[in-house]
């Protein structure tokens, strides 16, 4: 009798069918006969398999889209997120300059993409207000925001109750002034100085301030007559930088009155720098910082700038969302991120001033970095506070008064 060897189990026999053989994947997991695996099919595409798994897809995303916020964000922020991708766009009514909003806008587009349809005006202090009351009051006003640093507006701005309420999750991580009016969050701190043109004066005669600059005028009076500018007190930003310096500085009227004589007024801080570039003016003070310190870092070594050595004033700008705004959600996001330390950094990268403890950044000087150059007790924030017409109209005239 010939003897065969007995066929081993797992082989394959094109007559005998194997319930088990090696599995293609680890070669050694047998794999189920037919109907195993039609029950494990079955259970895989069960309804209560498909819901397990649309909760876990859904919990997922929802952590990815979270990553955006920080981690002390409430859980409840996620419904104004979700209702921002619907707005789609937001409208800003400023006084900022498109260079200094650049920075933010990339900012923020970078967490939000949806809401890359971000547009902001470059307007008047006193026309960000009056172009919104006038829309308002005719049927509605396009704009979610308001921002500017016209301090007696925004007070006057608050009493019309037109701002919508907002309790930001960043609050308690800011000043007790960030929310300097209901509804109305301070985002950056900008220096008032004085710009001048290096060209023009000699390096002895580089101000440090106003009474540095009228000891310089008042040396050669007939040099300097008509050659400074200064910012108007009518205008809304003006009568903060020059009311703000007489209040809070010592001795800021008579330091005014002596400077005076030999200034200009002009209305808005564009036209006092071309002035200073120009060599028309051979300095203009009470200027904002946000415009003036980037007017000089980018014009070649042309110009110079100085904060104020006996007493700087740092006057708020601030965003507000009305309660018309067609983007409230989108409206929300925005004011949060500027409040952020990451809005805080673009913000700086834009030559506006940060105030926030301990953002992390090189491209502008902080509020705190003011007060260790200039000393804490000799920077003065700007408070909002509504001025009566009349005290502002006595203002002004003994300004002019004094300017002669």
């Known amino acids: 009798m010939q003897l065969t060897a007995p066929s081993r189990p797992h082989e394959k026999s094109p007559h005998v069918f194997h319930p088990f053989r090696p599995s293609s994947r680890s070669g050694t997991r047998p794999q189920a006969v037919p109907s195993q ?24 995303g929802r952590e990815r889209r979270r990553a955006a916020e920080p981690a002390y964000y409430p859980g409840s922020y996620e419904k104004i997120v979700d209702a921002s991708r619907r707005e789609k766009k937001l409208l800003i009514y400023s006084n900022t300059s498109q260079t200094a909003w ?32 006038s829309e308002a009051a005719t ?67 580089y101000p440090k301030g106003l ?17 400074i500018g200064v910012y108007d007190p009518t205008n809304a930003y003006g009568y903060s930088s020059n009311q703000g310096y007489t209040s809070s500085v010592a001795g800021g009227w008579e330091t005014l009155g002596r400077l005076l004589p030999f200034a200009r007024a002009d209305h808005s801080s564009g036209t006092l720098v071309e002035k200073v570039v120009s060599g028309e003016y051979d300095a203009s003070f009470n200027l ?25 004033l740092v006057v708020p700008r601030a965003a507000s969302i009305v309660k018309t705004a067609p983007h409230p959600n989108a ?41 260790r150059k200039v000393g804490a ?19 002004v005239e003994r300004w002019e008064k004094a300017m002669g």
């Not at 920075?103 to 939000?112: C, G, L, N, R, V």
């Not at 009474?211 to 050659?227: H, Q």
């Not at 070594?301 to 104020?308: A, K, M």
Request: proline share 6%; aromatic share 10%.
């Open 377 to 395: 007790d000799r920077v003065h924030l700007y408070r909002y506070t509504e001025v009566p017409k009349d005290t502002q109209d006595a203002y």
């Open 211 to 227: 009474v540095s600059l009228a000891e310089i005028a008042e040396a050669k009076p007939s040099r300097f007559r008509g050659r």
């Open 331 to 371: 409206a929300r996001l925005f004011v949060d991120f500027l409040l952020s330390a990451e809005g805080q950094a673009a913000a700086a990268r834009g030559g506006l001033t940060p105030y926030r403890e301990g953002v992390e950044q090189d491209d502008s000087d902080s509020l705190q970095d003011i007060r």
């Open 37 to 60: 695996r039609a029950a494990r099919y079955r259970r895989r595409r069960s309804p209560r398999r498909h819901r397990r798994h649309a909760r876990r897809l859904y919990h997922h």
């Open 139 to 205: 049927g509605g006003s396009p704009a979610d925001l308001l921002v500017s640093n016209g301090g007696p507006l925004w007070a006057d701005y608050a009493s019309r109750r037109v701002a919508a309420r907002h309790s930001s999750p960043e609050k308690s991580r800011l000043p007790d002034w960030a929310e300097m009016l209901p509804g109305v969050w301070v985002f950056t701190t900008d220096p008032v100085v004085v710009l001048y043109n290096r060209e023009t004066l000699n390096t002895s005669q």
């Open 102 to 133: 650049q920075p933010i806008f990339d900012a923020f587009t970078a967490h939000y993409p949806w809401l890359a349809d971000l547009r902001a005006t470059n307007l008047g202090s006193s026309a960000v207000y009056e172009r919104y009351y």
């Open 288 to 312: 904002s910082g946000g415009v003036a310190v980037p007017a000089a870092e980018g014009s070649g070594g042309l110009l110079g700038w100085s904060y104020c050595a006996e007493g700087t």
